[in-house]
């Protein structure tokens, strides 16, 4: 049977152990608030019909597109994902927490809102992929936003 200065050592070892650990794991923290903020709700249940060989969405100016295989978005969004979106019609639609798929030059880029702000140019979006380390180093104008994810089918 272990003495108790033997078990002192032991569950000091175990709690420099972990710390060490944590450290090391690059802001991998689990004490870390590392949460993403959830999207905005837009569409409601009464917009929803489900039928034994369908479900109809009840949503004017609904957009389509299909997800390519770049992984920034994984594990919400995968190749292959169907996104629907509706095109917001002023700045104010677009919260912090949405998925948005926007025009970067020659590109659509489906990335999370992480910031909105100000400056001298107007509102803007700072984004990042869910997947990504850092988000991205652009600021994302309203002109180039398309659409705000509202459904993601798999």
């Known amino acids: 049977m272990l003495n108790k200065k033997t078990l002192i050592i032991a569950v000091n070892m175990f709690v420099i152990g972990f710390i060490v650990s944590v450290v090391a794991s690059e802001g991998n923290n ?3 608030d590392n949460s993403i903020d959830s999207p905005s709700d837009r569409i409601t249940a009464e917009n929803l019909h489900v039928f034994a060989d369908r479900v109809i969405i009840d949503q004017e100016d ?13 594990p ?10 509706l095109p917001p019609v002023v700045p104010n639609d677009i919260k912090v927490g949405d998925i ?7 590109k ?10 100000e400056d ?9 992929g869910d997947n990504n380390k850092e988000p991205d180093a652009y ?5 180039q ?7 993601i089918l798999y």
Do not use: C, Y
């Open 30 to 32: 689990p004490f870390s």
């Open 62 to 74: 609904l957009i389509w597109a299909k997800i390519k295989d770049t992984h920034s978005m994984e």
């Open 76 to 85: 919400v969004l995968n190749a292959g994902s169907i996104s629907l979106e």
């Open 100 to 106: 948005i798929s926007f025009k970067q030059k020659d």
């Open 108 to 117: 659509m880029i489906v990335h999370r809102v992480v910031l909105i702000g």
């Open 120 to 128: 001298k140019e107007g509102w803007f979006a700072a984004t990042k």
């Open 139 to 143: 600021k994302v104008r309203f002109s």
């Open 145 to 151: 936003v398309r659409g705000v994810l509202v459904g």
